[in-house]
C-alpha cells in the first residue's frame, strides 16, 4: 500500500519572512531602528542606510530560503573538486582516466539495460490509465503557453550538445563505424542510424521519469520541488532527514558536472568559430577566458529571472536554429536530407530494441565507450537538470500531454536537425564535393563551420551559428544555476539570487578546470560517473512513481463511485 500522501496545500517546509529587530532605545549605547544598528552620536546618511538595509535584506534571503545541509553539502564537494582539478591536475588526470576505464570495462553493461528499461517504461506510463491525470489538480492551468513551454523544454534538454555534434557525429561514424567498412555508403547509413539512436528517444525517456515524478509530487502533493520527492513513497516521511540530504546533493553534484560538460564543448566550438572567423587562436587558455566571459553574461541572465531572461533566450535560441536549419535545408541537398530522414528514421525505429540491447563483447569496446556509453551517462548526468526545470515549467499538463510532447515532438525534432546537418556533411563526402571528415578528425570542435563554409553565404551563416552557440551556452547556463538553486533551497520555486550567483560561477570554473584536466576524455568521465548515481534515484523513480500513481487512480475511483 502506498505512504499515505500530504495534503495538495500543505507545504512540507515553510519560508517564514524576516522579521525585524525589536526597537530598542539603549542597547550598548548604540540604537536598533528598522534592523538597522545607529550609533549614538553619528547619525549615517540615508544613502549609506538605504545600501545597508538593501545588503541586510539580500543576505537574509538567502540564509532564510537555504536548506544549508544541502547547499554546503554539494557546495563543499564541488569548491573541493575544482581546487583539487586546479591545483593537482596530473593527479586528477589520471583519477578521470581510471574512473572512466573501470566504468566501460565492468558497468557498461549495467547502462545499457538501464536506459533500456526507462525507455520502455515511458511508453508504457504513455498508455496507462494514469495518462489522464494532471500535475497540479483538476482545475490547474498552464503558467507557459505550449509554444513557450516547448521552445524551454527544447533548450534545456539537448540545445548546445546538438549543435556541437550534429555535423561531428555522423561523420565521426562515417570514418569510423562500428560494423561497416568505412566511408562507404553502408556506413553512412550506419552513421545516420545510430546518430538518431544516440540523440533520438532514449535521453528524453531519462527526463520524462526524472521530470515527471518531480512534477508529479510537487502539484499535486504540495512536496518539495527537488529530487528528494521522489523517495517520498518508498521512505515516507524520511525523505525530509539525512536520506533526502544526500539525494539532493548528489543531484545538484551530478547536475553541474552535466552541465559543465556542455560548457566546455561549447566552448571548445565557440573558439573554433573565433578561429576561423577572426583567426583567434585555438588554444586552451582561450577557451578558458570564453567560459569566464560568458558565464559573466549568463549570470545576467539568471538575476532576471525565468519569465524574463531564460524565457526569452529560449525563445530566441530556438528562432536561429529554424532560421540556420532552414538555410542550410533549403542551401544544401535538400531531397537527398528528406530522403536520409525518411530512410533512417524506419531503420532506426526497425533496430530499435537490438539496438538498445547491443553491447560490445569483443576485445576492443572503445567505439561503445566513446559514443553510447558516454551519451547515455552525459544524459542520466543530466536528468536532475532537465527533470527539475521541465518540471518547474510544466504546472496544469496532464501525464499523457506531458510525455507526448517532452518524448515525440523534441526527439523528432533533433532527428530532423542530424538529417539536415550530418546529411549535408555525408552528401559532399560521398560526392567527393568535400573533405569535412579530415577536418573533424583532427579537430571536433570546427565540424559546423566546416559545413558551412561548403555553403553560400559561408561569412553570414558562421557568424549566426557562433551566435547560436553562444546563447545555448548561457541558456544551458542559466537553467542548470536555476535548478541547483532550486534543490539547494529545499525545492523552493523562486530561490534566491545569491545562490544563482554562487552556481553559475560554479558551473563555469568546473568547466574549466575540466578542460585543463584531459579535454574531451574529461568530460566524459565526469559525465559517466555522475550519471551511474543518477541512476539509482531514476530507478527508485520509476518504482516510487507507479506506486504514487495507483494510489491516486484508486483514490479517484472511489470518489466517482460514491457521486
Not at 546538438?162 to 553512412?188: D, L, R
Not at 560548457?263 to 586552451?284: C, P
Not at 573533424?440 to 557568424?463: F, K
Not at 541512476?535 to 506506486?547: D, E, I, P, Q, R
Amino acid at each position: 500500500m502506498c505512504t499515505r500522501m500530504p495534503q495538495r496545500n500543505k507545504r512540507h517546509r515553510k519560508y517564514p519572512k524576516m522579521k525585524s529587530p525589536a526597537v530598542s532605545s539603549r542597547q550598548s549605547g548604540k540604537q536598533i531602528e528598522r534592523g538597522a544598528y545607529i550609533a549614538k552620536d553619528i547619525k549615517p546618511s540615508s544613502r549609506k542606510l538605504h545600501i545597508s538595509s538593501k545588503i541586510r535584506s539580500f543576505f537574509q534571503k538567502w540564509f532564510t530560503m537555504m536548506n544549508p545541509p544541502v547547499f554546503f553539502g554539494a557546495g563543499g564537494f564541488v569548491v573541493a573538486l575544482i581546487f583539487f582539478g586546479g591545483l593537482w591536475t596530473g593527479v586528477a588526470r589520471e583519477l578521470f582516466n581510471a574512473t572512466l576505464e573501470f566504468i566501460t570495462l565492468h558497468l557498461g553493461w549495467y547502462y545499457v539495460l538501464t536506459v533500456t528499461f526507462f525507455f520502455f517504461f515511458v511508453i508504457w506510463l504513455y498508455f496507462s490509465p494514469y495518462g489522464g491525470i494532471k500535475l497540479g489538480g483538476e482545475n490547474a492551468r498552464p503558467e507557459f503557453n505550449r509554444p513557450a513551454w516547448f521552445t524551454m523544454l527544447f533548450a534545456a534538454g539537448m540545445g548546445m550538445g546538438m549543435v556541437f555534434w550534429g555535423v561531428a557525429e555522423p561523420i565521426k561514424h562515417y570514418s569510423n563505424p562500428p560494423f561497416a567498412e568505412p566511408f562507404t555508403m553502408t556506413a553512412a547509413k550506419e552513421a545516420m542510424r545510430f546518430s538518431f539512436f544516440h540523440w533520438g528517444f532514449h535521453p528524453w525517456a531519462i527526463y520524462i521519469i526524472f521530470g515527471l515524478g518531480i512534477a508529479y509530487f510537487h502539484f499535486r502533493h504540495g512536496l518539495p520541488l527537488a529530487p528528494r520527492s521522489l523517495l517520498y513513497p518508498i521512505v515516507g516521511d524520511r525523505f525530509k532527514g539525512w536520506l533526502g540530504h544526500a539525494a539532493d546533493i548528489i543531484c545538484t553534484v551530478g547536475t553541474l558536472l552535466g552541465v559543465a560538460t556542455s560548457l566546455g564543448l561549447g566552448a571548445m566550438q565557440i573558439n573554433s568559430g573565433l578561429n576561423r572567423l577572426l583567426a583567434v587562436g585555438y588554444d586552451l587558455h582561450i577557451q578558458v577566458v570564453i567560459i569566464a566571459v560568458i558565464t559573466a553574461i549568463a549570470i545576467t541572465s539568471i538575476v532576471s529571472g525565468l519569465d524574463r531572461g531564460i524565457k526569452y533566450l529560449s525563445i530566441t535560441n530556438i528562432a536561429l536554429m529554424f532560421v540556420l536549419m532552414s538555410f542550410v535545408f533549403w542551401a544544401g541537398p535538400t531531397l537527398y536530407q528528406i530522403r536520409l530522414f525518411i530512410t533512417t528514421l524506419g531503420d532506426y525505429l526497425q533496430n530499435i530494441v537490438e539496438t538498445s540491447l547491443w553491447i560490445d563483447v569483443g576485445p576492443d569496446s572503445s567505439w561503445q565507450t566513446d559514443w553510447t556509453l558516454f551519451y547515455w551517462g552525459w544524459w542520466l548526468s543530466w536528468s536532475p537538470f532537465v527533470g527539475v526545470f521541465i518540471a518547474r515549467i510544466s504546472k496544469g499538463r496532464t501525464i499523457r500531454e506531458f510525455i507526448f510532447y517532452i518524448f515525440l515532438v523534441p526527439s523528432l525534432a533533433t532527428l530532423l536537425w542530424f538529417a539536415v546537418f550530418g546529411g549535408t556533411a555525408l552528401y559532399l563526402e560521398l560526392n567527393g564535393l568535400g573533405t569535412i571528415s579530415s577536418i573533424v578528425d583532427e579537430n571536433v570542435a570546427m565540424s559546423l563551420n566546416a559545413l558551412l563554409r561548403y555553403l553560400p553565404l559561408a561569412s553570414i551563416t558562421q557568424w549566426l551559428g557562433l551566435f547560436l552557440i553562444v546563447i545555448f551556452f548561457i541558456t544551458s547556463s542559466d537553467s542548470g544555476s536555476l535548478v541547483d538553486d532550486m534543490v539547494t533551497s529545499g525545492g523552493h520555486p523562486n530561490p534566491p539570487v545569491a545562490q544563482r550567483i554562487f552556481w553559475g560561477s560554479a558551473e563555469g570554473a568546473a568547466a574549466a578546470v575540466m578542460l585543463v584536466v584531459g579535454g574531451l576524455k574529461a568530460l566524459q568521465a565526469a559525465s559517466l560517473s555522475a550519471g551511474l548515481v543518477q541512476s539509482f534515484l531514476l530507478l527508485a523513480s520509476c518504482y516510487g512513481l507507479t506506486k504514487a500513481l495507483r494510489s491516486d487512480k484508486g483514490a479517484r475511483s472511489i470518489v466517482r463511485s460514491s457521486q
